[in-house]
T-cell receptor
């Protein structure tokens, strides 16, 4: 069974530029999560999807961050414009549904904003 | 609000036993997880406790006391490959479902 796939693995951009991250969850997993992880910290939830509906986006900085999950499968997280403080690892995770406790994480995208 | 505390770093010797503690405060507790994260890699699930007591899985065991807001992860027969960060995470009940809050992690160094 293929795991959670993310791309790109690494991205370096200048501040004020846009950037997008892509995630393909495990087949059949209805719940998808985007986390941000700063160095030495645990993952922080940005947004959670149940199928194509965003059900928890309270921690998503909506002035510059946006996300979508068309057709309830793949998801894209976008930052526009990026700021220096956005440098972090962006992790995507999925679970079978919201009642299933185990989350499967992708390898993450390491973003560096210069 | 939610708060999770765990030690920043620990060092242990190969073959020994190490206990990583985690204390938490949450308004709607619905389970506690432990994840392992090697440097530069994604977190991987280790254990889940929702009832008080000890859950054993091979060399790893996890304990929960809901009344004390306390958990620990016990690693036996330590191996060099166990050097990693160990994340304690709590699942909190919120409107519309659940939310998982992660601690900052404990970096474990296993020395020969």
């Amino acid at each position: 069974e293929a795991g959670v796939v993310q791309s790109p693995r690494y991205k370096i951009i200048e501040k004020k530029q846009p950037v997008a991250f892509w995630c393909n969850p495990i087949s059949g997993h209805n719940t998808l999560y985007w986390y941000r992880q700063n160095l030495g910290q645990g993952p922080e939830l940005l947004i959670r999807y149940e199928n194509e509906e965003a059900v928890d986006d309270s921690q998503l900085p909506k002035d510059r961050f946006s996300a979508e999950r068309l057709k309830g499968v793949d998801s894209t997280l976008k930052i526009q414009p990026a700021e220096l403080g956005d440098s972090a690892v962006y992790l995507c995770a999925s679970s079978l549904d919201r009642s299933r406790y185990e989350q499967y994480f992708g390898p993450g995208t390491r973003l560096t904003v210069t | 609000g939610q708060n999770i505390d765990q030690p920043t770093e620990m060092t242990a010797t190969e073959g020994a036993i190490v206990q990583i503690n985690c204390t938490y405060q949450t308004s709607g507790f619905n389970g506690l997880f432990w994840y392992q994260q090697h440097a530069g890699e994604a977190p991987t699930f280790l254990s889940y406790n929702v009832l008080d007591g000890l859950e054993e899985k091979g060399r790893f065991s996890s304990f929960l006391s809901r009344s004390k807001g306390y958990s620990y992860l016990l690693l036996k027969e330590l191996q060099m490959k166990d050097s990693a960060s160990y994340l304690c995470a709590v699942r909190d009940v919120i409107t519309g479902g659940f939310k998982t809050i992660f601690g900052a992690g404990t970096r474990l160094f296993v020395k020969a």
